[in-house]
Nanobody, 120 residues
Framework: QLVESGGGSVQSGGSLTLSCTAS????????MGWYRQAPGKEREGVAA???????SYADSVNGRFTVSRDNAEGTLYLQMNSLKPEDTALYCC?????????????????WGQGTQVTVS
């Protein structure tokens, strides 16, 4: 089970930190991802972190977002800075990576319900 939190409404230029708490999986061995979906748009991979802590970012957020993990707590984080209105979306975490591109949603087997981020 994946449960996201930390979303909310923020003004342009502001910051938010999202959390994703995982249960029922060996978190420390799991490659994890953050995705987002805006109304009328396809789901978009935002950031990913593998079990060794190596990170990947979409060009649209590179330099503004930071993905991290706390294996002891079983929690995934997404620190979002310099937020823009185009970052408005439902943000979901993903687990159960099966290989291939970390930014292909079909390569993940488990999803949270998401937390809404609105930037105005």
């Amino acid at each position: 089970q994946l449960v996201e939190s930390g979303g909310g409404s923020v003004q342009s230029g502001g910051s938010l930190t999202l959390s994703c708490t995982a249960s029922g999986l060996t978190f420390g061995d799991s490659d994890m991802g953050w995705y987002r979906q805006a109304p009328g748009k396809e789901r978009e991979g935002v950031a990913a972190i593998d079990s060794n802590g190596r990170t990947s970012y979409a060009d649209s957020v590179n330099g503004r977002f930071t993905v991290s993990r706390d294996n002891a707590e079983g929690t995934l984080y997404l620190q979002m800075n310099s937020l823009k209105p185009e970052d408005t979306a439902l943000y979901c975490c993903a687990a159960g990576f099966a290989g291939g591109s970390v930014f292909r949603a079909a390569n993940y087997g488990y999803w949270g319900q998401g937390t809404q981020v609105t930037v105005s």
